[in-house]
Structures are given as C-alpha cells and as structure tokens.
C-alpha cells in the first residue's frame, strides 16, 4: 500500500550562478563595443574633373591612389561607367568608393533583372547618391567621397552633378573636387567664356590641359589618367593616357631659393 502513495517530486535543477553572471557580462560588453567608424581616409585618390559640352559631358580623373603622402597605388581607376547613360567619378577615400560602386552595380542588376527597358539615368543617380552620402553623415559615419555624376536625363540633355560627403549637392557647367577646385575649375571656366559651343573633342583637350597643370601642382596628382565621354550614342571610359610633362619650367619661379 505504501507502493500506491509513492510521489515522483521534481527537484528544480541547480543554476550555476557563477555561469550566468559570466553570460550577463558577455552579453553587457557585447552592447557596449566601441563603434568603429572611419575617422580620417587611407587610401585616397585627387582631383575629379568634369565639364558639359555641346554634345556631351566629358569627366577625367588621374589613376593614383595615395597612402598619406605615398603614391602608393599608380594604376586604379576612379571613374566608373554605371549604364549607358551615366558615369561617376570617386574623389576621396578609394575604399568607400568601391563600396559606393558596388551598391550601384548592384542597383544596375536589379534594373537588369526586372527587365522592363526602364534604366536610371544621371538626374535620378545623382539624387540617390544625394540620399546615401547624407544618410550615413546622419548616423556619424560618412563616406568619405565626393562623387561628380556624368550622364544625360531622359531627354537626352547633357548632365553634370556634384555631391559630397555630407550630401550637399549641385548642377553645374563644369565641376571639380579638391585641389582641381582651385586650379582647374577657373581654367575650364575661362575656356568656357572663351568657347561656349565646345565639342567633345575641345572639351577632352582642356581635360588632359588641366589635370597637366595639376600634375605640375598637386603632389598627391600623377601624369596618367582617363577620361570618360557621355554623349547621345556613347558611354564609355578610355584607356589610361600618359601626358608628357616638361620640369624644365621648374627654373623658371624664383624667390625661393
């Protein structure tokens, strides 16, 4: 009889304290890890260069890459053709800017995929650019580029664009990122007084002027560089172009001896 009154008492399993104070601190330093944003560029590349014309937009960047003051990497190329319609040119750090393509060659997939004949053209780039760049300087940790958009609309007509790392962002005729900005942009705009009806061709021969006169100047420039062409029935990005250069002129400055 006792058999019939025989009780089967769970006893609660014995909690290691010790362990879940382990995990709460894991789980405590997990949450409070440093964020770790970029704080300054490594690998940057200068000046970008572009200019409307007549028929088209030409934009032209050199091919050198520089750690600090190294010029590390001498054949990267800082222009990228996103579609037929548009090309982007990457001033800055060259890290963020492989990010920044390949979200965009993504975004071209995606067109590709759905494949209704409908493509982004340079307006509808340069604004989402716009949106990323200003979207990570909200959360304090920006790309650390200026792109310049090169392209035409829908319409065909010529388009020229400008953003930063902040997001602010503008059209205008000819446009330039860092030292170019000083150096180039009032050569381009005096030729475009000068020649207002500039053809592509001109607008190329004033690109390769121009970042020339910026090899001479900037030390984080290099002598080698492309260019890319945007017109009505071409998209494309040239080979890399070597300019000759003369140091002769180097006597001719004085008062700094």
């Known amino acids: 009889m006792a058999g019939m009154y025989t009780t089967h008492m769970h006893l609660p399993r014995m909690v290691d304290m010790k362990e879940k104070v382990a995990e709460f601190w894991q789980e405590e330093a997990s949450l409070s890890q440093p964020r770790k944003h970029t704080l300054q560029p490594i690998v940057t590349g200068t000046s970008v260069l572009g200019i409307k014309c007549r028929d088209g937009v ?17 054949d990267i190329s800082r222009l990228m053709k996103v579609n037929d319609s548009t090309i982007i040119g990457g001033f800055g750090d060259y890290a963020d800017f492989q990010f920044i393509m390949k979200l965009l060659e993504q975004q071209t997939i995606d067109d590709n995929v759905v494949g209704d004949g409908v493509y982004r053209d340079a307006p509808s780039i340069h604004n989402w650019l716009r949106c990323v760049l200003y979207n ?12 310049v958009v090169a392209g035409r609309d829908f319409a065909g007509k010529p388009y020229l664009g400008y953003v930063d790392k902040i997001g602010v962002s503008f ?17 381009m705009r ?11 061709e001109e607008a190329k021969r004033l690109m390769e002027r121009c970042l020339k006169v910026l090899f001479y100047r900037d030390c984080r420039s290099l002598n080698r560089f492309q260019i890319g062409v945007v017109t009505e029935t071409e998209s494309s990005i040239s080979d890399p172009i070597s300019a000759e250069t003369d140091w002769s002129i180097g006597a001719n400055p004085s008062g700094y001896e």
């Open 58 to 74: 030409v934009v032209a960047a050199d091919t050198l890459g520089s750690y600090g003051s190294l010029a590390r990497f001498r």
């Open 136 to 147: 990570r300087r909200s959360k304090m940790n920006p790309l650390w580029n200026t792109i």
């Open 190 to 200: 005096k030729a475009m007084e000068e020649n207002p009806n500039m053809s592509v």
């Open 171 to 187: 059209t205008d005729k000819s446009v330039a990122t860092g030292f170019g900005s000083y150096i180039a942009q009032p050569m």
